[in-house]
């Protein structure tokens, strides 16, 4: 019996290891998932991190492109190119563009020093003047041993340094209007608002941060900036109608 039932689970594995179709309700299926060996090898697409290159690319280099082409605006940060469909009713991408932007995170609390920097190295100015009243009262606040700074909603008080002795009390509308760098350097970067807050961290020094107040409405208009970018740079090439744009 043993033997009987070892030669029973030996006929079953060779049986599974050997595809085999079947009909269900007049359609064809298959028990096991085939990859084709003859199938044709794909290119590795190109990666770079501006939308110039991807422009340069399909203007320079259309021997490599297909007849017709797609490029899709995944995200605000990220763009790719693809064939149209192949025989195999598949897609071939060619090209991968990620934006490199500097980091800011939103909702985390900032030393005075380390919020100065990011407010200046991640955010645009001359859009609005919320970036510099922010940046003047981060950088002139007194430390914890003899600040005051009240909160009421709407506005937030701070007593801050005028001189090496005087003190006067700044105003910081809430929330604040600024311009960070989140999409493509070469498009318009979209504004947003943002809440701005001042708490008392280790050691009694004052700290920072920016809570996103949009609902992330920017990312659409980020999208659509993008999309455009690449109608306005594309519009003079060759039969333009082979390449379709989508965000």
């Known amino acids: 019996m043993i033997k009987e039932a070892i030669a029973y689970?030996?006929?079953?594995?060779?049986?599974?290891?050997?595809?085999?179709?079947?009909?269900?309700?007049?359609?064809?299926?298959?028990?096991?998932?085939?990859?084709?060996?003859?199938?044709?090898?794909?290119?590795?697409?190109?990666?770079?991190t501006t939308l110039t290159s991807l422009v340069d690319y399909i203007k320079q280099r259309r021997d490599e492109l297909r007849e017709h082409m797609i490029i899709q605006v995944v995200s605000p940060t990220e763009v790719r190119l693809y064939s149209g469909l192949l025989e195999e009713r598949d897609r071939e991408e060619l090209f991968t563009a990620t934006a490199l932007l500097p980091q800011f995170e939103y909702g985390r609390e900032y030393s005075q020093e380390g919020f100065l920097i990011s407010l200046q190295s991640c955010f645009q100015s001359g859009k609005t003047d919320d970036r510099e009243a922010v940046a003047i009262l981060a950088s002139n606040i007194v430390n914890a041993q003899s600040q005051t700074f009240s909160d009421d909603g709407i506005t937030q008080q701070a007593v801050i340094k005028t001189g090496i002795t005087t003190k006067e009390q700044a105003l910081v509308p809430n929330p604040v209007h600024l311009t960070p760098y989140r999409t493509f350097l070469e498009v318009d970067q979209p504004e947003s608002d943002f809440i701005f807050r001042i708490s008392e961290g280790r050691g009694g020094e004052p700290v920072f941060k920016l809570v996103a107040a949009d609902g992330g409405l920017w990312k659409s208009q980020a999208v659509g900036n993008v999309k455009k970018y690449l109608e306005d740079e594309l519009a003079d090439i060759e039969n333009r109608e082979q390449i379709t744009i989508i965000a």
Do not use: F, H, M, W
């Open 9 to 48: 689970i030996t006929s079953l594995a060779v049986e599974a290891q050997d595809p085999k179709t079947i009909e269900i309700n007049g359609k064809t299926y298959c028990t096991k998932n085939l990859t084709r060996y003859d199938k044709p090898e794909k290119a590795k697409p190109i990666e770079a």
